[in-house]
């Protein structure tokens, strides 16, 4: 699923303009990646978590060679789904 129909099943099952749930949906996809920009889990009851992960530095081989690259550490970022949202998508 896009975005845009993201906005529009909303913007049905709300009755509330396209134009409304944008702004709404705009907003909510800033303020988590703010959080997580912060370093902050975010979670939603019944749906899962966003949790920023540290990867450690470290050397990698390349593919095919014997040469060794060494990795920046860096974050990345986990979802945790709730039992809930497991179950719904198991039964499926």
Do not use: C, H, W
Not at 22 to 32: G, R
Not at 72 to 89: A, R, V, W
């Amino acid at each position: 699923m896009k975005k845009s129909m993201l906005v529009n099943e909303v913007s049905e099952k709300t009755g509330l303009p396209k134009s409304e749930v944008e702004i709404i949906v705009n907003s909510m996809l800033d303020s988590i990646t703010d959080a997580l920009k912060a370093r902050e889990a975010v979670s939603f009851i019944g749906f899962g978590s966003f949790v920023p992960v540290k990867k450690n530095a470290r050397e990698i081989f390349i593919p095919g060679t014997t040469k060794k690259v060494q990795v920046e550490e860096k974050y990345g970022i986990k979802f945790k789904p709730s039992k809930k949202l497991k179950s719904i998508i198991e039964e499926a």
